[in-house]
């Protein structure tokens, strides 16, 4: 015992070692990063190596330095407000984002609540069964769907085999084929958290429901679900953030007009070459998901309590 | 036991008289179990049993885990239908009828309660369910919270009570609906010793003023005592003995009811004669001779056993005017110090082992009878019962 309380000499710096590696892999991985784009966005377009202006080139020394963040400019975030382009990317994406969250829960919902009932030998087969598609390439999945949806594809011969259409649809590419994309390689983002809540909910719970009139589908309402919210929050976040700025689907599967914020900052950064305004998209892309990150911190803080 | 003096005087009126409507040929049972089979794959739970609980009735369901107890409570509130036989509650047959349409209302063993929603609103619950005004449901709630002594805590999560007041606020839901029968199951196996033993007043004093019929599972044989008017003791599917605590007690059925119920000492022996009301049983493991009164249960040549409880079974120093009979000597093995009496083993010469259970009258300074000391048992002829199986 002796050896793990803070009094313990000489022990010190391996506490201090075992807080900082988690901070230290922030600080290099996320913070640095974060500052070099965020540094570039206030930067200018040059033709040059790198495209921008100033370059912050150290060796000049620190007077040197504090010239070149002189130059420093806001023209990038305005740019941002000027062209509507951007506005409606952000909104476009953040409309996308946030009908397919609701369609991952409603599909996800079922998927889980089945998982949590079925008899206790299954569920790890089907927790496995959730995860599999993990083990394949996420890239090559959404490919999948390019074979499944194109005019030629599996879908439209099924459908036209079976009689049901007599034209092929048009799906691919879309933005309906981008919801399809988003909630299928969401859907395991959601079902997790909520197979999770659910597998721990007390079954006697809905005995007594039901042992004061309540019958099933009214105690589901009165019981089941408001006891699953922290994982319903918990999955609603981990796919609705990551799907506003999602850019693979949307580039694959979308058509000309799905406007999604991470097609245009792909566009800003390699088709014009523009890393400054592209970095402002990010900076500002990041400031607008910290919102709901930080609801999301407090819904957690909330369910643990 | 105790707890039984309280109960005597329930059938209301100014005569004290029993409460016994299971003696009275013409009295209607309220719930009633008609040939009841309720198997789990190969495992039957509850094995062709029938029963009458009658209304009013603090009824007892006892017995080891695993006896069916317990299926048995959940088949009346409506968890599980029977495989065969029926379930009457008020002439009314409840095979069929959902749990959440039965006029039941269940104290789980776990409380149950909904973390989601204060103490007032889990009380509500049952009320809003049906349809209740509001109005109604609040004059009803704050009925019950006071009847549990909760009112403080309407506000309060399940999380931020303690086990004692969680075990209130279920027992309050549960009972907010005035159902026709109240099932208990378990409902105090949570609580520590004192508390539980003052609930059991508690649930006494509540079942008498409320004049509702109670049925309460447990394992716990000093729980069904104090509580229950009848106890049905079970083992594997089957009721053993249904009877008052008092009868159970002492005039146990067989050596499962006997063992089950308390301690017990049990001789096996040879029924040598049965006349004038008393049996004679030449005793093999302590070549003890024992006469006991009985009402015919033992005939002639029965291989039959003598069950006697310690406290039944004095103990002394000198031997006793006529050794022959209901006398055995022997030595002092143990002496087991439980405060309010002590239980003495005596090792007798063929090596079987008689308890004997000592009032302490007096602080202990110096045992009267110690380790080693050579002792007589004697007891009466209304002493202990003769079982035949």
């Given at each position: 015992?002796?050896?793990t309380?803070?009094?313990?000499?000489?022990?010190?710096?391996?506490?201090?070692?075992?807080?900082?590696?988690?901070?230290?892999?922030?600080?290099?991985l996320?913070?640095?990063?974060?500052?070099?784009v965020?540094?570039?966005?206030?930067?200018?377009?040059?033709?040059?190596?790198?495209?921008?202006?100033?370059?912050?080139?150290l060796?000049?020394?620190?007077g040197?330095?504090?010239?070149q963040?002189?130059?420093?400019t806001?023209?990038n975030?305005?740019?941002?407000t000027?062209?509507?382009?951007?506005?409606?990317?952000?909104?476009?994406?953040?409309?996308?984002?946030a009908?397919?969250t609701?369609?991952?829960?409603?599909?996800?919902?079922?998927?889980a609540?089945?998982?949590?009932?079925?008899?206790?030998?299954w569920?790890?087969?089907?927790?496995?069964?959730?995860?599999?598609?993990?083990w394949?390439?996420?890239?090559?999945?959404?490919?999948?769907?390019?074979?499944i949806?194109?005019?030629?594809?599996?879908?439209?011969?099924?459908?036209?085999?079976?009689?049901?259409i007599?034209?092929?649809l048009?799906?691919?590419p879309?933005?309906?084929?981008?919801?399809?994309?988003?909630?299928?390689?969401?859907?395991?983002?959601?079902?997790?958290?909520?197979?999770?809540?659910?597998?721990?909910l007390?079954?006697t719970?809905?005995?007594?429901?039901?042992?004061?009139?309540?019958?099933?589908?009214?105690?589901?309402?009165?019981?089941?679900?408001?006891l699953?919210?922290?994982?319903?929050?918990?999955?609603?976040?981990?796919v609705?953030?990551?799907?506003?700025?999602?850019?693979?689907?949307?580039?694959?599967?979308?058509?000309?007009?799905?406007?999604?914020?991470?097609?245009?900052?792909?566009?800003?950064?390699?088709?014009?070459r523009?890393?400054?305004?592209?970095?402002?998209?990010a900076?500002?892309?990041?400031?607008?998901?910290?919102?709901?990150?930080?609801?999301?911190?407090n819904a957690?803080?909330?369910?643990?309590? | 036991?105790?707890?039984?003096?309280?109960?005597?005087?329930?059938?209301l009126?100014?005569?004290?008289?029993?409460?016994?409507?299971?003696?009275?040929?013409?009295?209607?049972?309220?719930?009633?179990?008609?040939?009841?089979?309720?198997?789990?794959?190969?495992?039957?739970?509850?094995?062709?049993?029938?029963?009458?609980?009658?209304?009013?009735?603090?009824?007892?369901?006892?017995?080891?885990?695993?006896?069916?107890?317990?299926?048995?409570?959940?088949m009346?509130?409506?968890?599980?239908e029977?495989?065969?036989?029926?379930?009457?509650?008020?002439?009314?047959?409840?095979?069929?009828?959902?749990?959440?349409?039965?006029?039941t209302?269940?104290?789980f063993?776990?409380y149950a309660l909904?973390?989601?929603?204060?103490?007032?609103d889990?009380i509500?619950?049952?009320?809003?369910?049906?349809?209740?005004?509001?109005?109604?449901i609040?004059?009803?709630?704050d009925?019950?919270?006071?009847?549990?002594?909760?009112?403080?805590?309407?506000?309060?999560k399940?999380?931020?009570l303690?086990?004692?007041?969680k075990?209130r606020?279920?027992?309050?839901?549960?009972?907010?609906?005035?159902p026709k029968v109240?099932?208990?199951d378990?409902?105090?196996g949570?609580?520590?010793?004192?508390?539980?033993e003052?609930t059991?007043?508690?649930?006494?004093?509540l079942?008498?003023?409320?004049?509702?019929?109670?049925?309460?599972?447990?394992?716990?044989?000093?729980?069904?005592?104090?509580?229950?008017d009848?106890?049905?003791?079970m083992?594997?599917?089957k009721i053993?003995?249904?009877?008052?605590?008092g009868?159970?007690?002492?005039?146990?059925n067989?050596?499962y009811?006997?063992?089950?119920?308390?301690?017990?000492?049990?001789?096996?022996?040879?029924?040598?004669?049965t006349?004038?009301?008393?049996?004679?049983?030449?005793?093999?493991?302590t070549?003890?001779?024992?006469?006991?009164?009985?009402d015919?249960?033992?005939?002639?040549?029965?291989?039959a056993w003598?069950?006697?409880?310690?406290?039944?079974?004095?103990?002394?120093?000198?031997?006793?005017?006529?050794?022959?009979v209901?006398a055995?000597?022997g030595?002092?093995?143990?002496?087991?110090?439980?405060g309010?009496?002590?239980?003495?083993?005596?090792?007798?010469?063929?090596?079987?082992?008689?308890?004997?259970?000592?009032t302490?009258?007096?602080?202990?300074?110096?045992?009267p009878?110690t380790?080693?000391?050579?002792?007589?048992?004697?007891?009466?002829r209304?002493?202990g019962?003769?079982?035949?199986?």
């Open positions: 015992m002796a050896m309380t803070t009094g313990a000499p000489g022990r010190g710096w391996l506490r201090w070692l075992v807080v900082a590696i988690p901070y230290l892999w922030l600080i290099v996320f913070l640095a990063p974060f500052l070099i965020l540094k570039i966005s206030f930067s200018t377009t040059a033709i040059a190596m790198p495209p921008y202006t100033p370059a912050l080139d060796s000049a020394g620190l040197a330095l504090w010239e963040i002189q130059e420093f806001f023209d975030y305005i740019f941002l000027e062209d509507s382009l951007y506005l409606q990317s952000y909104l476009s994406s953040l409309k996308i984002a009908i397919s609701f369609l991952i829960l409603l599909v996800g919902y079922p998927i609540y089945g998982m949590a009932r079925a008899r206790r030998e569920r790890p087969t089907l927790l496995m069964l959730v995860i599999l598609p993990f394949t390439s996420f890239l090559i999945r959404v490919y999948a769907w390019i074979g949806l194109k005019p030629e594809g599996l879908l439209n011969q099924m459908l036209l085999g079976l009689g049901v007599s034209e092929p048009n799906i691919l879309s933005t309906l084929a981008v919801y399809i994309g988003i909630v299928y390689s969401y859907l395991p983002f959601m079902i997790l958290p909520l197979y999770a809540t659910l597998e721990k007390d079954e719970l809905l005995e007594a429901a039901a042992d004061l009139g309540c019958p099933p589908i009214q105690a589901f309402w009165k019981i089941t679900f408001p699953s919210i922290p994982g319903v929050v918990a999955g609603c976040f981990l609705f953030i990551p799907a506003v700025g999602e850019f693979v689907i949307p580039d694959l599967l979308g058509g000309s007009d799905t406007l999604m914020i991470g097609k245009t900052l792909w566009a800003e950064f390699f088709s014009n523009d890393w400054p305004v592209s970095s402002a998209v900076v500002v892309l990041l400031a607008i998901l910290v919102v709901p990150i930080m609801l999301f911190q957690q803080k909330k369910a643990s309590e | 036991m105790a707890g039984k003096s309280l109960t005597a005087g329930k059938s009126g100014p005569v004290r008289r029993a409460f016994a409507p299971w003696n009275d040929p013409a009295a209607k049972p309220f719930i009633q179990f008609q040939n009841v089979t309720k198997t789990f794959g190969d495992f039957t739970a509850v094995d062709d049993l029938s029963l009458n609980i009658y209304e009013r009735e603090f009824f007892a369901l006892l017995g080891p885990s695993g006896c069916g107890k317990t299926t048995l409570m959940r009346i509130a409506g968890f599980e029977p495989t065969s036989g029926h379930v009457m509650l008020d002439g009314q047959d409840l095979v069929g009828v959902p749990p959440y349409r039965r006029p209302n269940m104290m063993q776990s909904f973390p989601h929603m204060n103490v007032w889990n509500a619950f049952g009320l809003k369910q049906d349809g209740m005004a509001k109005a109604d609040a004059t009803r709630v009925e019950m919270l006071a009847l549990v002594k909760l009112e403080k805590f309407a506000r309060r399940p999380h931020q303690s086990g004692g007041q075990q606020v279920a027992l309050a839901r549960s009972l907010a609906k005035k109240l099932l208990l378990e409902p105090l949570a609580l520590d010793k004192k508390l539980r003052e059991q007043f508690e649930l006494i004093d079942q008498v003023r409320l004049g509702m019929t109670f049925v309460i599972v447990t394992h716990d044989q000093e729980e069904a005592m104090t509580v229950a009848r106890i049905a003791l083992d594997q599917g053993v003995q249904i009877a008052t605590p009868e159970i007690y002492e005039q146990p067989s050596r009811v006997a063992d089950f119920i308390g301690d017990i000492n049990i001789l096996e022996g040879k029924v040598t004669s006349e004038g009301g008393v049996a004679t049983l030449d005793c093999i493991g070549g003890a001779k024992v006469q006991v009164t009985q015919g249960g033992a005939k002639l040549g029965d291989e003598f069950a006697i409880r310690p406290e039944k079974v004095s103990i002394s120093l000198t031997p006793p005017e006529d050794p022959s209901n055995v000597s030595e002092v093995w143990d002496i087991g110090y439980l309010d009496v002590s239980i003495y083993h005596i090792r007798l010469a063929t090596g079987a082992t008689v308890k004997s259970t000592i302490n009258t007096t602080r202990l300074v110096s045992r009878i380790w080693e000391d050579k002792v007589w048992l004697t007891w009466s209304d002493g019962v003769v079982l035949t199986r």
